[in-house]
């Protein structure tokens, strides 16, 4: 009899909350789950609500998801749903790439390449083109056939950028057909 009793009142309580009890426990839950909050964010993202997928990521980025660390680095370098913010998009940046996230550690090499250190640019290139990464290949290999902050290697530069290429990596396709 007890044991109804309280089946009852469990009843009572969630239709007093207008089923929203079950809903808050999955909002709870998203919150401590930064795939779900990334999942979240996305959709929001896609859905036109730029600032619910900021939030999101923001949550996720606190719990340490270099994934939604480098979509804010986005972010901040565009202004793309928040005001432009260098600092910050490079704050979020490192912490990413320092996680060894690939396209944030291509973005590092792209940012010290963009501020004329090429030297700089190199490892995080080839840390990023070794995992596979065909934007980072085809920055290596370029940077490889010209000799632009590392030590020139044509040989290895044309196969890199080939590498890019057969991923369907468009800039490098379009390299190999204007060297032919």
Not at 76 to 94: N, S
Not at 128 to 151: C, H, I
Request: proline share 3%.
């Amino acid at each position: 009899m007890k044991k109804y009793m309280l089946i009852g009142a469990v009843a009572l309580v969630l239709g007093a909350c207008g089923g929203n009890a079950n809903k808050d426990m999955t909002d709870t839950a998203q919150q401590n789950n930064p795939e779900a909050l990334l999942v979240q964010a996305q959709e929001a993202y896609e859905s036109g609500d730029k600032a619910a997928a900021i939030e999101a990521w923001k949550m996720a980025a606190e719990a340490g998801n270099a994934a939604a660390q480098h979509n804010l680095s986005v972010v901040y370098r565009t202004g793309d749903g928040a005001a432009q913010d260098e600092q910050m998009a490079l704050d979020f940046l490192v912490k990413s790439a320092e996680q060894g996230y690939v396209p944030a550690v291509y973005d590092m090499g792209s940012f010290y390449l963009q501020q004329g250190d090429a030297t700089q640019a190199a490892p995080l290139f080839q840390a990023a083109a070794e995992q596979g990464y065909a934007p980072a290949q085809f920055n290596l290999g370029v940077m490889l056939v010209r000799g632009d902050g590392v030590e020139q290697n044509k040989d290895v530069g044309i196969a890199l950028i080939q590498q890019a290429a057969q991923q369907g990596f468009a800039p490098a396709q379009q390299a190999l057909q204007q060297a032919q």
